[in-house]
């Protein structure tokens, strides 16, 4: 496999891959629904809580073979009214999906995925909560 094809095809992969596994985890589905409310995009008029994905940063790790990828990825979750414990509670609810998380990827494997830090606040009027799950996801080429 190429440089060129590892650094512009992975992020697209491992970011698919994730949202798949996230979407499939039934504790995950139990408080999302089921198709569970997980998204790479802005949707219209979605149903609360969901959650999105709201970056993801892709940098080199070995800046010679450039074999390695580094990800930052940051989830980002949406609830109403049902106060912040609630927000917390998702947020508990993804980091243990991410800590069970087994994705199997063809151009790359999974080297460490770590859970960075996580956050819950209200946002706009108050009323709304906002989480943030911070993500960094080590990959190699496959040879």
């Given amino acids: 496999m190429s440089d060129v094809t590892f650094l512009t095809q992975s992020g697209p992969e491992l970011a698919n891959a994730l949202l798949m596994a996230l979407r499939a985890d039934t504790d995950v589905q139990a408080v999302l629904g089921e198709p569970a409310r997980i998204f790479d995009a802005e949707t219209s008029a979605p149903a609360f809580p969901y959650v999105r994905l709201n970056l993801h940063d892709s940098q080199t790790a070995d800046r010679v073979a450039r074999r390695r990828l580094e990800h930052t990825i940051q989830l980002a979750t949406y609830s109403r009214p049902s106060g912040l414990e609630s927000t917390k509670a998702l947020l508990g609810v993804l980091r243990a999906a991410v800590d069970r998380l087994s994705l199997t990827l063809s151009i790359q494997d ?27 996801i080590l990959t190699e080429a496959k040879a």
């Fill in 110 to 136: 999974i080297v460490q995925v770590a859970i960075s830090s996580d956050e819950a606040r209200c946002v706009g009027n108050g009323k709304d909560q906002r989480g943030l799950l911070h993500l960094r």
